[in-house]
């Protein structure tokens, strides 16, 4: 099964994403509160997918995604974003982002992008 990391500074919207993943069977599950905490796991962690926030304090989304696709050109990055962020989310598709889910969460939407990612 796979490893996916969530990155998020709000518990409740890693929360939400771990408990939609986890009724899936979806039970490889790494948590990170902010950018430079998932830039810190990464390595170790060497999650298949990431689910990462744009808006976080200490390092943002966009931030994160270009250091940890520094690391690892082949990491596979799905930013989450809220409504009016088309600007930020436009360039994280540029910066490698593989693809974008608009907040609140609808679960077949997390499971669909799961499923095309990571067949």
């Known amino acids: 099964m796979a490893k996916i990391m969530l990155v998020d500074d709000a ?3 890693r929360m939400m994403l771990k408990t939609t993943l986890t009724q899936a069977g ?7 509160e902010d950018g430079a905490k998932a830039v ?7 999650p298949d997918l990431i689910f990462m926030d744009i808006t976080m304090p200490n390092k943002d989304g966009l931030e994160t995604l270009k250091e ?16 009016g962020q088309e600007t930020m989310v436009m360039d994280s598709i ?11 969460f609808k679960p077949e ?7 095309k990612i990571l067949g």
């Open 11 to 13: 518990a409740f919207m």
């Open 26 to 32: 979806y039970t490889d599950l790494v948590e990170a």
């Open 40 to 46: 810190e796991l990464y390595p170790a962690e060497k």
């Open 68 to 83: 940890i696709k520094g690391m690892d050109p082949n990491a596979t990055i799905v930013m989450c974003s809220a409504m």
């Open 94 to 104: 540029k910066s490698g982002a593989k693809d974008f889910i608009v907040k609140p």
């Open 109 to 115: 939407r997390i499971l669909a992008t799961v499923k």
